[in-house]
Nanobody, 122 residues
Framework: QVQLVESGGGLVQAGGSLRLSCAAS????????VGWFRQAPGKEREFVAV???????TYYGDSMKGRFTISRDNENTVYLQMNSLKPEDTAVYYC????????????????WGQGTQVTVSS
C-alpha cells in the first residue's frame, strides 16, 4: 500500500504560481509512476501530468504544456510547479500512483491522494 498526501494548494491571482507536493508513505515511492489529475465542479477528472519512476520521462496535458512542470526528488515526493495560472485551472488537484504504466487515464492508477484545492482568481 502507498498513501499519498497532496499539499500546496490555495488561492492565487491569474498569472501567479503555485507548487503542489505529493508526499508518499508506505512502500518505497521510487518505483512508482506518479500522475497529477484535476477535477473542476461538474466536470470529469482531467489528466495534468505524469512522471516515470526514474523521472526521465514526463508528459503533460495539452493546456498545461509550457506552464506546468512535474518533477520528483530521490525520496518520496513528487512536485507540480504551476506557472502562469489561469482561472480555468481552478480545480481540486489529485496525485495518483501505479507501478506499471505512464498513463493519462485515471483508471490506470491504483493509489490516490485526497486532493488539494487550487483556486485562480481573475
Amino acid at each position: 500500500q502507498v498513501q499519498l498526501v497532496e499539499s500546496g494548494g490555495g488561492l492565487v491571482q491569474a498569472g501567479g504560481s503555485l507548487r503542489l507536493s505529493c508526499a508518499a508513505s508506505g512502500r518505497p515511492f521510487s518505483s512508482y509512476v506518479v500522475g497529477w489529475f484535476r477535477q473542476a465542479p461538474g466536470k470529469e477528472r482531467e489528466f495534468v501530468a505524469v512522471i516515470s519512476w526514474s523521472g526521465g520521462s514526463t508528459y503533460y496535458g495539452d493546456s498545461m504544456k509550457g506552464r506546468f512542470t512535474i518533477s520528483r526528488d530521490n525520496e518520496n515526493t513528487v512536485y507540480l510547479q504551476m506557472n502562469s495560472l489561469k482561472p480555468e485551472d481552478t480545480a481540486v488537484y489529485y496525485c495518483a500512483a501505479n507501478r506499471q504504466v505512464l498513463s493519462r487515464t485515471p483508471r490506470a492508477y491504483d493509489y490516490w491522494g485526497q486532493g488539494t484545492q487550487v483556486t485562480v482568481s481573475s
